[in-house]
């Protein structure tokens, strides 16, 4: 699978950490952010916007709304824009059944812990669009917990950039075990990736077995 | 409104899983969706005004097949009282074996936390001190760098991840044991790059 991300464009719900790392990771890859939301409401910005300005207009004023340039719209405006990547990185529960019908994007990836509901899932996977599961997409804090207890256990510690693309190749091996087994079984990337994950886990307990 | 059962949920997704891969098997079923161990503990704390509060912990070992436990330790106070948050902390050690299973890393899933909210409630700095040493003393004995490792989590920070394994190697005969926890500050032999990774 390829993807090129340069002149995509980019849709974030929510303005924590969790969206605004994602926003910034997408826009080094060459994407666009087109539209935002925080807790005072959703915009939608044609031209797009740097995320470092969104950020800076937030500080300033409270909210991404009114960022110049950009237009007030409702949540349901901002889930179903057209656009390349859509990010749920605010709440559980945003993507019901009616919402997943509107969609226009072709990739989410759900920064948030359980943004879509079980009933939208079927739909979006109909409309092609691929996902990239919670628990896949947050899945860098446990790695970087993961390398931290691994230094720790070496008493010997890497470097920024030596610890980032550790990370980094954890994630993408996960991402592409978890892709082909869904094109596999035809099923979609939220079961594709729990599938993987129960198989891994059945075969580490059938090696040992029950004792005592 | 009730709030739906967060670890029925999880189990449903187990139980999908399951299908797919043509796991039949009941027991086998049950097996990878309840937890090992669930440990309740009471947390009494001296507040700074004197009198005696009682808090619950909770930690959740969901499975260790592939490694130790690992998952976060929240504080927090969800709508449904003490009795949903221990179906929450279930529910989510259950994430934290899918999570380390799927990125493959030689980790199992674990999830803790005390109900309390430090965003939302008068509590002091050497009150929140006393409940985190507390709680870090009460889950001693199942927590280590082989065992269980914990991390932060809603409302945890670096200081609470010192504190846990400051009281952790000084119970353990003073051996230095930064690996039973992680997400620690820079000094405290936290890793680079933490700031990047969600």
Known sequence: ?212 | MANPDPFANATKQVNDACDVLGIKDKGLREYLAIPNKVLRVKIPVKMDDGHIRIFTGFRSQHNNDRGPYKGGIRYFNPEGGVEYMEREVMALSSWMTWKCAIVDIPLGGGKGGIFVNPKTEKISEGELERLTRGFAYKIFEIIGPGKDIPAPDVYTTGKEMTQIMDTFSKLNGNVYSPGVITGKPISMGGSLARDVAT
């Not at chain 1, 009616?98 to 109909?126: Q, V, Y």
């Not at chain 1, 919670?134 to 920024?160: H, K, P, R």
Request: glycine content about 8%.
């Open chain 1, 1 to 212: 699978m390829k993807l090129n991300l340069k002149g995509a464009t980019v849709v974030l719900q929510g303005f924590g950490n969790a969206s605004t790392f994602t926003g910034e990771y997408l826009e080094k890859l060459g994407a666009k952010i087109i539209g935002v939301s925080d807790s005072k409401g959703s915009i939608s910005i044609p031209n797009g916007a740097k995320v470092s300005k969104l950020i800076e207009h937030k500080q300033k004023t409270g909210s991404v709304v009114g960022f110049p340039g950009s237009k007030k719209i409702s949540t349901e405006d901002l889930l179903t824009t057209k656009c390349d990547v859509l990010v749920p990185g605010a709440l559980e529960n945003q993507i019901n059944a009616n919402i997943a019908k509107n969609l226009k994007c072709k990739i989410i990836a759900e920064a948030a812990n359980g943004p879509t509901l079980p009933e939208a899932d079927p739909i979006i996977f109909k409309k092609n669009i691929l996902v990239i599961p919670d628990i896949l997409a947050n899945s860098g804090g446990v790695c970087i917990s993961y390398l931290e207890w691994v230094q720790n256990n070496m008493g010997y510690y890497w470097t920024f950039d030596e610890v980032a693309s550790k990370m980094e190749s954890n994630i993408t091996r996960g991402f592409k075990d978890a892709y082909a087994l869904a094109k596999k079984h035809k099923i979609d990337m939220r079961r594709a990736t729990m599938a993987l994950a129960v198989g891994r886990v059945v075969e580490a307990f059938n090696q040992k077995g029950i004792w005592p």
